[in-house]
């Protein structure tokens, strides 16, 4: 007959071992880590206090779990697979390969296999908070350095794969410059949460976006050039303005400030971005 | 692997769920007896000295009910527990190995070396982190260059990089005697499983490949300041389609018209540029150059020749 020993486990250890192995698998809420835990159990043994000791268990020894949109992500494990810059490369390589050259069926196998790679390796993944904040630009920053792109989360569950260009702080602000189809200022309290992918990129971005806008009136008189300004033509009482690198957000507040005295020339998604925003403006009153 | 535990922390957290992930980890890297065990948990302020031995095994039995597969600690495993399988383990399946086997095929002739020991240390890395044994050996099996001395390629990859002229010992295959050879090196290159260094032989004004496995010694390795080198063969050739294989990084396509696709080759020598060509079998039709036409329709008809007889 096996000793008591032999056979006695602990359960409390187990049950931070299954929440360590869902984890693993995904990325999850608080409340579905609870279900499905609980989903395999007789009684419902798991609950929101068990977890958040279980998690800060993993936490304390080193298991990066930072929690993003109220999901808790494994960043790294203590023994994750530490895949390189270079060993990215060439999986993406791999990857293309398999998604080119390949049959459907073929790649969904491989994509399957990218994906579980991805799934135990370990990642930089931060949340963005004002305890984090640092460390948030750090990310940022390593990004830029290794030319990889980063995936940005946002507060309001939107999430957006970019390039990062660099950090723009101004007096009151700091913003994330990245590229998306155009250039961005994302203002980083917007952002809950950074993850640097593993696709790299390789074209060279042009750091400056460059806004060409119009002043008439009175404003076209005494409008003064700020610093990162200047005159491109001072025709029949109206101002043309080339505007360098001014985060597009506090651009389009100066200017809707401005009223019909001013109007965007160029770019022209900034123009359309304009107009988008007027009319959801618009759209809060019902016009 | 993990940081030394502060005890005033630990009781936010769960201590018996602390010692299950550290026993986890250092199982994961390597067999462990009890001793060693314990001696770790006390470093790492997890363990008390005075604790028995007991509170171990039950760490043990919590990591088998949670599908460890941990080998008793016998003679035979000179008293270590063996973690033989974990559910925390990276699993690839065989079918995700023959794919990744396919996709790796189709791009490792046309990878250059350095590459090519990447690719090798990627697999050897990915082998290191599961724990089945034959998907283990599967992915070993597929480094190109698990026969060779990689010390010895990146040598002589240093070497064709700065194309020097190095003085070689060489087992030639037609005769299997030493030959000494002087040669300026171009490019390592990798070719039907096989390194080779190509260069021109400079005494025998010879384009020449050789299969470094061949190579006996190095004996001596100086600047190309006569700047030697092998006259390429340049070929122009249609392709009907892409089914044999793809293209060679030597090879570009000029255009596309009716007929297929015309491509513009350059090979290392005339015995590759004909291999080449034949390979595409009849997806391809020679344009130039044109002493080498004739010589792929001799060497076909000879071909004919021995299906006819």
């Known amino acids: 007959m096996a000793s008591k020993?032999?056979?006695?486990?602990?359960?409390?250890?187990?049950?931070?071992?299954?929440?360590?192995?869902?984890?693993?698998?995904?990325?999850?809420?608080?409340?579905?880590?609870?279900?499905?835990?609980?989903?395999?159990?007789?009684?419902?043994?798991?609950n929101n206090s068990v977890i958040s000791k279980y998690i800060n268990t993993c936490r304390s020894l080193g298991f990066d779990i930072p929690k993003i949109h109220n999901k808790y992500y494994i960043a790294t494990l203590p023994f994750g697979i530490n895949i390189s810059d270079v060993e990215t490369d060439l999986i993406k390589t791999l990857y293309n390969t398999a998604k080119n050259e390949l049959s459907s069926n073929c790649f969904k196998v491989f994509d399957g296999l990218v994906k579980k790679i991805n799934r135990y390796a370990n990642k930089k993944i931060t949340r963005v908070d004002k305890d984090t904040y640092q460390f948030a630009c750090e990310i940022f920053e390593q990004a830029i350095k290794r030319r990889r792109k980063i995936n940005l989360l946002f507060k309001n569950n939107i999430k957006m794969d970019c390039i990062p260009l660099s950090i723009v702080y101004t007096e009151n602000k700091t913003f994330f410059k990245v590229y998306n189809k155009r250039e961005r200022m994302i203002d980083w309290n917007r952002l809950s949460g950074i993850e640097i992918l593993q696709e790299s990129y390789k074209y060279p971005y042009k750091n400056q976006q460059i806004v060409v806008y119009a002043l008439k009136n009175k404003l076209a008189q005494r409008y003064e050039l700020r610093e990162n300004e200047e005159l491109k033509s001072f025709e029949d009482g109206i101002k043309v303005i080339i505007n360098k690198d001014e985060p597009q957000e506090e651009l389009f507040s100066r200017l809707l400030r401005y009223d019909t005295d001013c109007e965007i020339m160029s770019p022209k998604f900034y123009r359309d971005d304009m107009k988008q925003l007027i009319e959801d403006t618009l759209a809060n009153y019902g016009a | 692997m993990f940081k030394q535990a502060v005890k005033s922390e630990l009781g936010q957290v769960s201590l018996t769920g602390v010692r299950s992930l550290v026993l986890l980890g250092l199982l994961i890297q390597a067999p462990r007896s009890l001793e060693e065990i314990k001696r770790l948990f006390v470093n790492l302020n997890i363990m008390d000295e005075s604790n028995s031995y007991d509170i171990l095994r039950i760490d043990i039995n919590t990591l088998k009910a949670m599908g460890c597969e941990i080998s008793r600690a016998s003679k035979k495993t000179d008293f270590k527990y063996v973690l033989e399988k974990h559910p925390f383990v990276l699993k690839i399946d065989k079918d995700e190995i023959d794919i990744l086997k396919k996709t790796f095929k189709k791009i490792k002739n046309k990878t250059d070396i350095e590459t090519l020991v990447q690719y090798d240390e990627l697999f050897e890395k990915l082998a290191g982190c599961v724990a089945n044994e034959d998907i283990k050996q599967s992915l070993i099996g597929l480094c190109s260059l698990k026969s060779h001395n990689i010390e010895k390629i990146r040598e002589y990859n240093k070497y064709c990089k700065a194309h020097k002229i190095l003085t070689i010992l060489y087992k030639s295959p037609a005769s299997n005697e030493r030959e000494k050879m002087e040669v300026a090196t171009e490019k390592l290159g990798f070719k039907n499983d096989k390194v080779y260094i190509y260069g021109f032989d400079i005494n025998k004004k010879l384009a020449v490949m050789l299969h470094i496995k061949r190579i006996v010694a190095i004996t001596s390795a100086r600047e190309n300041d006569d700047n030697y080198s092998s006259e390429k063969i340049k070929t122009k050739f249609i392709l009907k389609d892409f089914t044999v294989a793809g293209l060679e990084e030597n090879e570009k396509i000029i255009e596309k018209n009716e007929k297929g696709y015309l491509i513009e080759g350059e090979y290392h020598n005339e015995f590759l540029a004909m291999q080449r060509i034949l390979?595409?079998?009849?997806?391809?039709?020679?344009?130039?150059?044109?002493?080498?036409?004739?010589?792929?329709?001799?060497?076909?008809?000879?071909?004919?020749?021995?299906?006819?007889?």
């Open chain 2, 279 to 309: 390979s595409f079998g009849s997806s391809c039709i020679l344009l130039e150059p044109t002493d080498l036409k004739e010589k792929i329709v001799e060497t076909l008809k000879k071909m004919k020749e021995i299906y006819n007889g």
């Open chain 1, 5 to 46: 020993v032999s056979l006695k486990k602990n359960l409390s250890s187990m049950q931070v071992l299954k929440t360590l192995k869902l984890l693993m698998e995904g990325d999850y809420t608080m409340q579905e880590i609870v279900d499905k835990l609980n989903t395999k159990e007789d009684d419902v043994i798991f």
